[in-house]
């Protein structure tokens, strides 16, 4: 007998009929004789819609009231599918996520696991029950809802496998697989069997949305393999593990994230401590909890030189704020920012080892006259910004040089 832990996203739950087949196939699970632990997200678009209805009360509402508004969404759904188990004769039980023991930090919308309690669903299971979870949510030491932060079911999932040592965690999607770009968006994306926990983490990081990439960063940290597949097919999955050893393959994803912003630190003083002060402008958004990514120093003119940099979107406005207060004692002379940019990215272990990825990548930006505005690399990943209108068409064109001519 198994430990099985199965995450089932907003589209696998959006209706009764697809409520009935998550049913179907966890009973089945069961059936086997195995343990069932079963996490879910709120139906379709729940969480939108709760948060289009928050806008129209207050355009402005804690954060507190609005986990305390996106946390119910699950609640139906974990509560609709137990319904759904006991009608077909099998024993049941719903836990919210204090139930379950997820103990979080007290960033609401942003909240991090701290714990997971999880003698609640040890007892349930002893009494062969299926257990089934809300995703996304836990409590604060003020004993307040909380929410991990968008797409955060998978984390729900993979946190109650990597503490109950399950012995699978499958996440259940509307795709049957990681591909190579997004499926819904490049046609020729090909299916990936096996990719690695850190190739999987850069491409959620960078904006492959199907799996949380904090949900990847703790499989990697507790070496729990998943596996992603469709909950409308019964085709096998990929698998997310420590090593990919089935396609040793040069890049493993292209992914775009538009959630992004570009902020200029204009006409900064050329003088020795330059660097001091660029430290002092960076310690400060980070005190404030905004992360900074590419980063770009412009050849200087009349003695003066620009820092630009990339923020989260929604972060913009707080770090635009931030940079007005100190830019007179750092003698910049503007602070320009712009939301109508993309980050378009290509992640491959295999550019380690293989000069020239940069090079192809480019060329095929070039090619399809997509202008490039800012550069940056690591070791399995290289990341450009763009002009927003040239997102997708720079990721066809990317995908085809990479994985359609070879
Ligand atoms: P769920 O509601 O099940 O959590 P999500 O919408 O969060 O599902 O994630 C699944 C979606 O991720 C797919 O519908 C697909 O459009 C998108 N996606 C983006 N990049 C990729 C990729 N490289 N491989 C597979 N799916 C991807
Ligand atoms: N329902 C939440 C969201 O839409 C959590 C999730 O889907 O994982 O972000
Ligand atoms: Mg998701």
Known sequence: MALIVQKFGGSSVKDAERINNVADIVTSTYKEGNDVVVVVSAQGDTTDDLIAKAAEINDKPSKREMDMLLSSGEQISASLLAMAIERMGYPVVSLLGWQAGFDTSSDYGNARIKRVNVQRIEQELDKRRIVVVTG????????????????????????????????????????????????????GAIKLSSISYDEMLELATLGAQVLHNRSVEMAKKYNIELEVLSSLTRRKGTIVKEESNVEKMLISGVAKDDNIARISIIGVPDKPGLAFKAFKIFSK???????????????????????????????????????????????????????NVT???????????????????????FSRSVNIQMISTSEIKISVLLNKADGDRAVE??????????
């Open 136 to 187: 996304f949510q836990g409590v604060n030491r003020y004993g307040d809802m909380t929410t991990l932060g968008r797409g955060g079911s998978d984390t729900s999932a993979v946190a109650i496998a990597a503490t109950m040592h399950a012995d699978l965690c499958q996440i259940f999607t509307d795709v049957d697989g990681v591909y190579t770009a997004d499926p819904r968006k490049i046609p």
């Open 285 to 339: 958004l980070a005190s404030k909890g905004i992360n900074v990514d590419i980063i770009l120093q412009s050849i200087g003119r009349n003695g003066t030189k620009d820092i630009s940099f990339t923020v989260d979107k929604n972060k913009m406005d707080d770090a635009i704020a931030l940079l007005q207060q100190n830019a007179e004692k750092w003698g910049a002379s503007n602070i320009v920012s712009d939301d």
């Open 343 to 365: 980050k378009v990215s290509i992640v491959g272990a295999g550019m380690e080892t293989h000069p020239g990825v940069a090079a192809e990548m480019f060329e095929a930006l």
């Open 397 to 406: 064109a990317i995908h085809e040089k990479f994985f359609e001519n070879h």
